[in-house]
């Protein structure tokens, strides 16, 4: 089991930066597939971005060019990297992870229904 902790959100106006961090702990020596997601009040939880347990990294298209999702093993600590953030990325950010083997096509889809999640961090965008 992985117990995970956001943090980094925050309020911006449109166009600023943040970085969100997710921290792991727990059984993180075994091989992991981890991914952010997002979910506005109103909204069902979406998936933004993956990263799979090959490394490859998957974005929704409403991010793609401006979220970067990164993973930085030795600190058990996944990232993401938003940039020219709009009013519609308002929405409560989660990480997730699940032990095993996936893609990152694949790990969006498998999280959402089997991940272990942090408890969110907010992230709103003014215009």
């Known amino acids: 089991q992985v117990q995970l902790v956001e943090s980094g959100g925050g309020s911006v106006q449109a166009g600023g930066s943040l970085r969100l961090s997710c921290a792991a702990s727990g059984s993180t020596s075994r091989t992991y597939f981890m991914g952010w997601f997002r979910q506005a009040p109103g909204n069902a939880r979406e998936g933004v971005a993956a990263v799979g347990s090959d490394g490859s990294t998957s974005y929704a298209d409403s991010v793609k060019g401006r979220f970067t999702i990164s993973k930085d093993s030795a600190k058990n600590t996944l990232y993401l990297q938003m940039n020219s953030l709009k009013p519609e990325d308002t929405a409560m950010y989660y990480c997730?992870?699940?032990?095993?083997?996936?893609?990152?096509?694949?790990?969006?889809?498998?999280?959402?229904?089997?991940?272990?999640w942090g408890q969110g961090t907010q992230v709103t965008v003014s215009s």
């Open positions: 997730a992870a699940n032990a095993g083997r996936a893609s990152a096509i694949q790990a969006l889809g498998v999280l959402l229904r089997f991940g272990y």
